[in-house]
Every structure is written in structure tokens, then in C-alpha cells.
């Protein structure tokens, strides 16, 4: 038995197939993921939704496999490289540059009025090519991560794109915010979801049918993340703007696989 939480759009999907009659689901062992470790009965694929990113940094957004609970963040570059030997994480979203524009208006986030979203902030958006997946190494398909669909028609011109990753049954998870350095040219994975003042979340997994839209993961990456010479973040003061990466995750429960919409790009 594998549980499938996919993105609001499938209802849109299913009811343009006329196929809803498998809409039943049932209880999920794990209602949100939130901000602390992450733990599914089941193997369940969650799809995640970027619709843009307002932070300064050049970011990258993943899953932390197995997190070692002694290390609650990383911020050099040697215990990066450490961690990333033992390929526990798993980038799903990574931005090519750090943003394609100032914000203009005052934007319509994730969940709709909230107040963090700002004009003056580092805009990065799917359409300008700022924010794309990490479904592919080269060739090759990365394990656990499939590619939904790039929207590039949504409604505010800015574009959206949503993957599927399969949460392992009984596996611990967390999810990390990666800071983009020239200097080591890694992403330094500085920020786990269980960090106090790194990321939060509002809403639910499988709440769309109340009119929800899923769970939103908001990210706080602590300012400009500047680099030292000796490869160390120097964090500045937060703004907690909590809007410098912003995702969806799932919307409605279903029994049957998500279905990829006409407007599936590739
Ligand atoms: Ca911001
Ligand atoms: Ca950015
Ligand atoms: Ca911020």
C-alpha cells in the first residue's frame, strides 16, 4: 500500500477525467510535516509546489534523510562535504541565480494575505529561470524524486513547478535550506526545518477539500548568509520575513497515483 498526497491541481485534473470515484482516502499517520522530524507508516509521495522565492540568497530546498539529530546546522563547507559523502541529502528545488527581480506589489502568497510578503524583497520566479527541479543528474533520474509538472501560464505570470517526492515508511526526514557559495561553489546546507527561526508551516497536508490549498513550508535564511574567507556563513540579523523560499506541499489524500495535468510541459 503506498498513500499519494497530491498537489490541489489534481482535483482540477481528476474532475476534467470524470475520474473521482477513488476519492476515499484514508487516515494519514502523519497530518503535516511542519518543522520537526517527519515519519510516515506508509511509503507516501508528497508533490511540493514552488510559486516563487523572495530571499536574497541563491537557495536550494530539500529532504534530509535519516538527519542526525546531533547536528542541527551546518554552516561550513568540510562538515557539508561530510554529509554530502554519506548522500543523505536529497535537493529537490534549487535556484540558478539568487533573483531575477525587486518585488513591485505586495504578493499573493502561498496563503493569501499574508502579511510577510512584501514589496522591495529579492523576487525569484519559475519564469525568468530563477527557480527550477532537481529530478535530474545529467541522465539520470534522482531516486525518489519525479518530476509533475512546470506551469509557466499561472495566474500572476510568474509560473509554478510541483514534484513528487516518495517519503520511505518508517524513515525519519527533515527538509533543509541550502545557501549558495562561489567562494567553495557548494550550496552549504545552513538551515534545517527544525532549527527555532528557520522554517514554518501553515495549514495541512490533505486539506483541499476544505478549501485549503495543502501545507505551505515557509523559509527564514537569516539575511544575506555572507561568506567569510574561512568559508563560514556570517549570518546577519533576521529580518523574519519568512518568505525567502516558499512551498506547498500535497492538498488532497488520494488511493490512486496523481495524474500529471494536460498542461505538463514535458
Ligand atoms: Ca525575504
Ligand atoms: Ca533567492
Ligand atoms: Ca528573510
Redesign the pocket.
Given at each position: 500500500m503506498k498513500q499519494h498526497i497530491c498537489s490541489k491541481q489534481w482535483i482540477a485534473g481528476a474532475i476534467a477525467l470524470t475520474w473521482i470515484g477513488a476519492m476515499t482516502p484514508p487516515a494519514l499517520s502523519q497530518e503535516r510535516l511542519g518543522t520537526s522530524t517527519i515519519l510516515f507508516d506508509e511509503d507516501t509521495i508528497v508533490e511540493f509546489e514552488v510559486q516563487f522565492t523572495?530571499?536574497?540568497n541563491r537557495s536550494e530546498f530539500g529532504v534530509i534523510v535519516n538527519p542526525d539529530p546531533s547536528i542541527t546546522s551546518v554552516t561550513d563547507a568540510t562538515t557539508f562535504n561530510q554529509l554530502k559523502d554519506r548522500g543523505r541529502y536529497v535537493p529537490l528545488f534549487v535556484e540558478t541565480q539568487p533573483f531575477d527581480q525587486i518585488a513591485t506589489r505586495e504578493d499573493a502568497g502561498a496563503f493569501r494575505n499574508d502579511p510577510?510578503f512584501?514589496v522591495g524583497?529579492?523576487l525569484g520566479t519559475v519564469n525568468a529561470g530563477t527557480i527550477t527541479d532537481v529530478t535530474r543528474q545529467g541522465s539520470v533520474r534522482v531516486p525518489n524524486v519525479e518530476f509533475v509538472q512546470a506551469n509557466p501560464r499561472a495566474a500572476d505570470g510568474r509560473g509554478t513547478i510541483t514534484v513528487a517526492y516518495e517519503f520511505e515508511a518508517n524513515t525519519p526526514y527533515l527538509f533543509y535550506l541550502g545557501t549558495y557559495t562561489s567562494a567553495n561553489d557548494v550550496f552549504i546546507r545552513s538551515f534545517a526545518s527544525n532549527n527555532i527561526g528557520a522554517a514554518g508551516s501553515q495549514g495541512d497536508l490533505a486539506s483541499a477539500r476544505g478549501g485549503d490549498r495543502g501545507e505551505a513550508i515557509f523559509w527564514?535564511?537569516q539575511g544575506e548568509g555572507i561568506f567569510n574567507p574561512a568559508g563560514f556563513v556570517e549570518l546577519v540579523p533576521s529580518?523574519d520575513?519568512?518568505?525567502?523560499f516558499v512551498l506547498v506541499a500535497g492538498g488532497v489524500l488520494v488511493e490512486v497515483p496523481c495524474v500529471k495535468l494536460p498542461n505538463n510541459i514535458r
Open positions: 523572495q530571499g536574497a510577510n512584501r524583497d529579492f527564514e535564511d529580518d520575513d519568512f518568505n525567502d
